[in-house]
């Protein structure tokens, strides 16, 4: 494997042999299954029930094929940028391979270069240099998603399926694919009203505005913090004293705390974000989750895994979306609560989306919620 690997083994063999079987090319027995994996998120953590957690699952699934890797869940408290990359920093000697979730982590592209030997993989955005500016780099494999075709498919679910003809989306911060969801969801909201005989009103609470990394006012419904349940539970309570009946949540686990404001609502509902939250809905006898957006992280994360165990990970800047089976949302019996209307009109609607005929708005792919193509 790496020469790393082989100074780590050192610790246990006598070093003429170990020195043996580097000077062969003899691979040590982790080879193929022993990488050591660090998974680095943001405050809410790896069991948010959405965002880092569906990371994790995909080194999850790795390491269940290959029972020699480890992983270490390593939590950055603060979601400061600046600590984001410290941690790394700090970390990057112990690790063979380093997964970064989240846009804070743009930063890391110095460490990457100067760790030839670990690679990366970063999660809902591309690296930068010093200045900002985005770079590709020889060992980071960088992916970010259209999460506008996701909150999309939300969209249409929740001006379909609203009795109050009230809907809204609550988010953590103003991050570029937060706003993807935000935008994504409204551009639904519109496309239902106009080609579905839907009559849906996006509600906002001004006070909860956004500011995109612009600086930017995106309107919405922003809590501030991807890990204040607390906070969410308000803002949920705040949208559903105004009338609304269905709340799309990306929001990390600050999006549990409005799941909590539904559960204890009546005739209110949930989608979900990033994964299928259907379990999370359990509510009595009942279930308060509509369906969930859908950003396919593990598999792709699984994906990037295998590649470093075969030797053929090569870093890259990939953008995924429908058209990869990247995104999308869930219609499976049993795991949400849809119309067969609505299914078929989401079906219809996201075809498009996949072929390209319709671009729902996004932070920065020059649409908006009320004009995009295809609308």
Known sequence: ???KICSIVIAFVTMAAMMTGCAQGTAPSTQSSGLKIAIVSSPSGIDDGSFNQNNYEGIQAFIASNPGATVTPVKEESGDVAAAVQVVADIVADYDVIVCCGFQFAGIGSIAKE?????FILVDTYPTDADGNEQEVDNIYAMQFKEQEGGFCAGIAAAMET????VAVVNGIAYPSNVNYQWGFESGVNYANKNYGADAEVVEIASYAGTDVTGANVGGNYVGDFGDEA????????????GVDVIFAAAG????????AVKEAK?????????DQYNDGSN???????????KIMDINVERQLNAIKDGTFKGQNALLGADTDSTGYVKEDGRQQLSADTIKAIDEAFAKVKSGEIVPAANFNGETPESFKGL
């Open 1 to 3: 494997m790496r020469k």
């Open 115 to 119: 760790n030839p030997d670990v690679d």
């Open 163 to 166: 009795k109050t003809g009230k």
């Open 231 to 242: 906070t969410g539970k308000i803002v949920g309570e705040a949208l559903i004293n105004q």
């Open 253 to 260: 686990s600050s999006g549990n705390g409005v799941l909590t």
């Open 267 to 275: 005739d209110v509902y949930f989608i979900g974000c990033d994964v």
């Open 284 to 294: 009595g006898s009942g279930n308060v989750v509509l369906t969930s957006a859908l």
